[in-house]
C-alpha cells in the first residue's frame, strides 16, 4: 500500500529541517502567537508545508488533518488521511530544549495504521505499523506492565496534591513524547482532562498501543480519528493493570472541574 521506506526517509527528512531551525543547535528562531499562550514559529510551518508536500505525493488518496493547516472538511470523504504535528512541543522547541517531536500518522477509517515520531534533539525515531510492534531506534518496545496504581511513574514536573501517591519522572514539552514513555516502559501513566487534537496524540497513541499499553480518552472511551469535530476530551495512556483505576481517579478530578 506504501512505500514505508520511503515514509521514513520523509519523516527523517522533516527532522532534519526542524533541528536546522532549532535554537537548542545554536539557530536564530522567529516564533511569535497564534492567540495568547498557543505559540507557533516559522520550523511549524516550514516542516507543515514540506509533509503536505511529501506525503501527498507519496499517498495521493489522503486526506490531510494538520495542526498548522487550515482544516478543510473534504478530509470527512477520505478513508485514509494523514494527521501530522509538525513540531509537537513548540515550547521546548523555542526554548532550545529537547523536549520536542514531529509526529505523523496514517489512518484508515478511523484506525491508526502507522505512526511515527522522529525526535532529532534526543537521538529517537519512534514508529509502529498495526499489528506489528513499536519500535524505538530499531529496538522493540514493551510497555510498562506495572499492577499497582500507587507508586506509577508520571511525566510531571510536579503533582496535584491528590496524586501524591504517585512518583514524578521527567516531563519533555510534547505530549507525543511523554505518550512514548509508557511504550517504552519509561512511565506507567500519562493522563490529560482537557480538550485535544487528534494530531497530538495519533502516531503516539498508535506506537503505546502496538507496546502493549492501554489507550484511551480520559473516560475510558476507545479514541476514534478523522471526527469532524478532531478533538477528544482528554487522553489517557497506561500499563493495562492501571487503566480501570487511572479513569477512577480522572472521573473524580473532573467531577471537580469548573463547568
Not at 533541528?19 to 516542516?47: H, S, T
Not at 509537537?88 to 511515527?116: C, E, K, M, N, Q
Request: glycine share 8%; aromatic share 6%.
Amino acid at each position: 500500500m506504501i512505500d514505508s521506506q520511503r515514509l521514513e526517509s520523509i519523516v527523517s527528512e522533516a527532522g532534519r529541517i526542524a533541528y536546522d531551525l532549532w535554537p537548542g543547535a545554536g539557530n536564530a528562531l522567529d516564533a511569535w502567537e497564534k492567540k495568547p499562550g498557543d505559540p507557533v514559529c516559522e520550523a511549524d510551518l516550514a516542516v507543515d508545508a514540506f509533509l503536505k508536500r511529501e506525503l501527498g505525493a507519496l499517498l495521493p488518496s489522503a486526506g490531510w488533518l494538520s495542526e498548522e493547516t487550515a482544516d478543510d472538511p473534504a478530509r470527512l470523504g477520505h478513508d485514509l488521511i494523514w494527521l501530522v504535528d509538525p513540531v509537537d512541543g513548540t515550547r521546548d522547541f523555542i526554548r532550545g530544549r529537547s523536549g520536542w517531536a514531529v509526529s505523523v500518522a496514517l489512518i484508515s477509517a478511523g484506525r491508526p495504521l502507522i505512526g511515527t515520531l522522529c525526535a532529532p534533539a534526543r537521538g529517537e525515531t519512534w514508529r509502529a505499523v498495526a499489528g506489528q510492534g513499536a519500535f524505538r531506534n530499531g529496538t522493540r518496545l514493551t510497555a510498562s506492565t506495572r499492577r499497582e496504581f500507587a507508586g506509577s511513574r508520571v511525566p510531571a514536573h510536579v503533582l496535584p496534591k491528590t496524586d501524591t501517591d504517585l512518583v514524578t519522572v521527567d516531563q519533555p514539552n510534547s505530549i507525543a513524547l511523554r505518550i512514548a514513555m509508557v511504550a517504552a516502559d519509561e512511565a506507567d501513566l500519562v493522563a490529560t482532562v482537557r480538550w485535544g487534537f487528534e494530531w497530538d496524540i495519533a502516531a503516539a497513541g498508535m506506537i503505546a498501543r502496538e507496546a502493549g499499553a492501554a489507550v484511551s480518552d480520559a473516560y475510558g472511551r476507545k479514541l476514534d480519528y478523522n471526527k469532524r469535530d478532531p478533538r477528544d476530551f482528554g487522553v489517557l495512556v497506561s500499563a493495562p493493570d492501571i487503566h480501570a483505576d487511572a479513569v477512577e481517579r480522572l472521573a473524580r478530578r473532573m467531577d471537580n472541574l469548573p463547568e
